[in-house]
């Protein structure tokens, strides 16, 4: 990568960042693009440099940090065959992207049916493809009996756990981001160290 190249993306990155916390703090439909526009100190002409519209910038906030956590997710699944260990790291690297994308999350939480009704389903098929990966860790878990019965409410039920930590996450204190991880690592191991008997290990009831 040139130095243009490089000077390129720190400013698209920088205009990702800024829109998202703006968003994330107003809402996309009460930022129009003056106030966008200055509040990033760029031009009109300068933003559809990197943006064709405000929907395609809105696009790119709700599918960047999503395609990032598909791409570790599937290094996981190629480089991790246990299991216990595979599902350690997807926890891990998902509180990691959701400090560092906190506003973007915000953003693609709030704002995803703002989006064109093609552009919402390629964002929504990127979380279904990542949600894919911990569905397969999981039952791979139940195969070796190291989880729990598989159970797709369970599932939904740690993803969500990780995604709303978004609303009280707090990256800027790496003593918090530290006990966070401890925490939620601490649920994932009460899952991968379930024995025969326990709550974990019996089928749901629905």
Wanted: with cysteine; charged share 25%; net charge positive.
């Amino acid at each position: 990568m040139n130095r243009k190249t490089e000077e390129l993306a720190a400013n698209r990155d920088r205009i990702l960042a800024g829109a998202a916390a703006l968003f994330a703090h107003r809402g996309f439909h009460a930022v129009g693009m003056s106030e966008l526009c200055a509040a990033l100190s760029l031009s009109r002409g300068a933003f559809y440099h990197y943006f064709p519209s405000k929907e395609d910038l809105l696009e790119e906030i709700c599918r960047r940090y999503m395609a990032k956590l598909l791409q570790q997710a599937k290094l996981a699944k190629a480089e991790i065959a246990d299991p216990a260990l595979r599902l350690r790291r997807l926890g891990a690297e998902l509180i990691d992207v959701i400090g560092a994308h906190r506003d973007e999350l915000a953003v693609c939480f709030r704002e995803t049916l703002s989006l064109s009704d093609d552009r919402r389903q390629a964002v929504l098929a990127l979380h279904a493809s990542y949600e894919r990966i911990w569905k397969e860790t999981l039952i791979e878990g139940e195969k070796t009996g190291v989880f729990a019965p598989y159970s797709r409410f369970r599932l939904k039920a740690l993803l969500g756990m990780y995604y709303y930590s978004y609303l009280w996450i707090d990256p800027a204190s790496p003593s918090a981001m530290h006990q966070t991880h401890e925490a939620f690592e601490s649920i994932l191991a009460t899952v991968s160290a379930a024995r025969p008997g326990t709550m974990l290990h019996r089928a749901p009831s629905s």
